[in-house]
């Protein structure tokens, strides 16, 4: 079992930047990639971003592709995800999530943090 935290969210104005973190314990070993969903009020989870764990490679939706950038140290268990020029649609829980399959593949992320709320006021 891996077990995943996030940390990093709150309350910002629209146009600024955040970064969340989230670190990653137990089976650590089992984790082929590592990526960040969101799910705002009355609405489906969403995927926003992954990055495989050994080579960085990462894979983004293209809605949020040069706004947000995913990235990992790979030494501390740890993947960040930088939200730049937040909007009031970015509110939301984002949550961390792991795979063991391909990143692409949404559904096959199977480790879930508890997520941290992102609100982006106008």
């Known amino acids: 079992q891996v077990r995943l935290v996030e940390s990093g969210g709150g309350l910002v104005q629209a146009g600024d930047s955040l970064r969340l973190s989230c670190v990653a314990s137990g089976r650590t070993f089992t984790i082929y990639g590592m990526g960040w969903f969101r799910q705002a009020p009355g609405k489906e989870r969403e995927f926003v971003a992954a990055?495989?764990?050994?080579?960085?490679?990462?894979y983004y939706t293209d809605s949020l592709k040069g706004r947000f950038t995913i990235s990992r140290d790979y030494a501390k268990n740890t993947v960040y995800l930088q939200m730049n020029s937040l909007k009031p649609e970015d509110t939301a829980v984002y949550y961390c999530a792991t795979t063991r399959r391909a990143i692409e593949n949404a559904p096959g992320f199977d480790s879930w943090g508890q997520g941290t709320q992102v609100t982006v006021s106008s």
């Open positions: 990055i495989r764990w050994i080579t960085g490679s990462t």
